[in-house]
């Protein structure tokens, strides 16, 4: 390991993160093992949340797969994850929120959570899996969360009446989980 990797190791240590993504794996359910540069490559995530087929938490890269059927289909995945990693040590727990603002920006600009999110960019679209979505208009992207918020609002509150009359709410839908993040 170099003294890079070193210095990584230890600050994802020591701003908790890398204990947080070892909590998170075992809570998802997931086999651990040591990997390179001081990486935990954790397999068999089995959470829904994230919506992500694999994502970093400080040095521990968690996946649905095995990191194993990763590397042998699509081994940039790995170089993506890691990217994060460095991500998180810059910023220690202060990358979730600055990536979730990253992530609502990229949503109002290109109404992708990835295509203008600086942390997806920096870690490579290209490996991620991401496509890089043109730039719309600020004001059709504000416009265009006020009409989801409307809609979130009027499903919660039909839900609230069907639950009221002793309904069942709508199922939710299902959704796949093949993005990374
Ligand atoms: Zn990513």
Known sequence: ?????????????????????????????????RGPRGLHLADGYRLRFPYAGAFAVGNVLLSRQEWSHHERTNPSLLQHEEAHTWQWAALGPLF???????????????????????????AGLDVGGYVRLPLRPLREG??????????????????????????????????????VA
């Open 96 to 122: 979730l929120p600055a990536y979730a603002a990253a992530m609502g920006w990229s949503w109002l600009r290109t109404g992708d959570r990835a295509s203008a999110n600086w942390f997806e960019i920096r």
């Open 1 to 33: 390991m170099l003294p890079v990797h070193r210095v990584r190791q230890v600050g994802n240590w020591a701003n908790v993160s890398t204990p947080l993504g070892l909590l998170i794996a075992r809570v998802g359910g997931c086999t651990v093992a």
């Open 142 to 179: 504000l416009a265009d969360a006020v009409r989801v918020a409307r809609a979130q609002l009027s499903r919660v509150s039909g839900r609230d009446r069907s639950r009221a009359d002793g309904r069942n709410g709508p199922a939710a839908g299902s959704r796949g989980a093949d993005a």
